[in-house]
């Protein structure tokens, strides 16, 4: 996922809940799929933050002395600016982009 090319809205937006429900028919079960995706995605976003902040990280004995690295700032910031994982897993779900199944409907089968 590349989180610079993404067009989800920063700020909270009003949608239409037809166009959120279309592909199940069911309010409950789309806003249940997308919640799921977000936490995907938050996961995916907390590790590629950890590991990047990994790189600058540095370890010394001493827990009097604090060091700011300009680096980890910046990477910081960077991921604070992005969209929360819920509008990403909003906009995903509106591109048609989210695989999903009922597993009662393939058990029936």
Do not use: G
Request: overall charge negative; glycine content about 0%.
């Amino acid at each position: 996922m590349d989180l610079k090319k993404t067009n989800a809205p920063v700020n909270t937006i009003t949608y239409d809940r037809n166009k959120i429900d279309a592909p199940t028919q069911n309010i409950y079960e789309s806003i249940s799929i997308i919640a799921r995706r977000a936490d995907q995605i938050n996961t995916e976003i907390k590790k590629e933050l950890i590991d990047k902040l990994e790189e600058f990280a540095t370890y010394n004995d001493s827990l009097e002395e604090i060091f700011e690295n300009k680096e980890q700032i910046e990477v910081s910031k960077f991921y604070e600016k992005l969209p929360k994982p819920h509008s990403l897993a909003v906009q995903e779900w509106l591109a048609d982009k989210v695989y999903y199944r009922n597993t009662e409907e393939d058990s029936k089968a």
